[in-house]
């Protein structure tokens, strides 16, 4: 890397805040504020512990597992949440079922929450004022604003490397695959971890969409080309288990 | 700036589309633009191991490093060695006004069996890697997700401290 690369220019502060079971990136302008005050950078930190909190399945007490207990009713759980059922109810027809609320078996939507939660903090960012500012929650990222934003691929055979990189504007990149988390997609038809593809990555405008798309994507394998190409706003990159590569017809467009 | 950066791409797009096919046989140097310097076509797609579409190449890929010959404007830039399955591959980028203008392959694996998928893939990753390299400039880092004791080994991480 040359000296300069992404350090934030002046007027800009990058923040990670553990959360939601991995870390979430802040890249914001520094009037957005500290994670803890309250100005928007604040706001938005503590909505995604609020999200964590409500929806992860991990938690006893989250809305999401006395819901999924059948102990909570619906009417009485955080309005949101009927809101997200309606959201995967909608990704999962689109996929064949590939995308699912129960992807173990138990009642977990984790798949659709954290592309949620992240596109909502950015939403508050610009809310707040902020007119450029991205936000990466473990590996999945809206970006907001008139700038191009310039996002690496991880290469899933060669930790630590990118693949490609992409470039756009306001809009959202979401990568599946097994790269750092091991086999944690499986494929709801089979109950198995999805055979031939290493990652799959769908470029799209906004992340919730964008990043449950590509959970479907991965656990289709193969497929999941075709799927993309007919999915009207989205394109995607793939690299399979044998380091071979493919890419939607439109992906080119965003190649930086 | 802008200009710049969208010159790149729809360049480094037509490399990616050039790239998907042999190229160990020396020749003559290739224009890699294609004559057109304008934005990214959906060609770029070719770039598949199942798709198996050929179409024809105008030129090869030097072999050896050309920094020596190069006429008035144009600059080399080499890329890192990359240890890729089939072994090391190196290569140059020939940029004439912050346009890659050629490539040339430095290093690449003996074994030449595998030339379509060195070509389809490591080729325009090495030019991804080698732009960012120098351009140095990476907002963000898309990948399967790191746990948050993973984060700590994740480019992301490493863009977060630069900070």
Known sequence: MSG????????????????????????VPAVAGEPLGDAALGRAVRWLHWVDATFSPYRDDSDVSRFGRGTLPLADCAPELAEVLRACAAISARSGGYFTVTPGGTFDPSGYVKGWAIERAAAMLTAGGSAEHSVNGGGDVQCAGGRLWRIGIADPL???????????????????????????????????????LASVTVVGARLPETDA?????????????????????????AVTASGAAWQTSGFGAYLA | ?????????????GLVALLSFKSHVPSVPVSAAGGSGGSSSSSTSSSSSSGGQTQTV??????????????????AV?????????????????????KIVKVAVLVQPANTLHDIQIGAFAFPKLIGETLAAQNGKIDAVSGATYTSAGYIQSLQSALDKRA
């Open chain 2, 1 to 13: 700036m802008r200009r710049v950066i969208l010159a790149v791409t729809g360049t480094v797009a």
């Open chain 2, 78 to 98: 080499d890329g890192n060695v990359a240890n890729t399955a089939y072994g090391p591959v190196q290569i140059q980028l020939i940029e004439r006004s912050s």
């Open chain 1, 158 to 196: 060669r930790p630590g490397r990118l693949a490609l990189v992409v470039a756009g504007r306001d809009f959202a990149v979401a990568t599946s695959g097994v790269a750092e988390r091991g086999a944690h997609i499986v494929d709801p038809h089979t109950g198995q971890p999805p055979a031939g």
């Open chain 1, 4 to 27: 300069g690369g992404a350090d934030a220019p002046e007027g800009r502060r990058r923040h990670a805040e553990h959360v939601m079971g991995t870390v979430v990136s802040f890249d």
């Open chain 2, 58 to 75: 105008p030129g090869e890929f030097p072999q050896g490093s050309v920094a020596k010959n190069l006429p008035a404007g144009e600059t």
């Open chain 1, 213 to 237: 798309y590509a959970t479907a994507a991965f656990a289709m394998g193969p497929a999941a080309r075709d799927w993309v190409e007919g999915l009207d706003g989205y394109e995607a990159f």
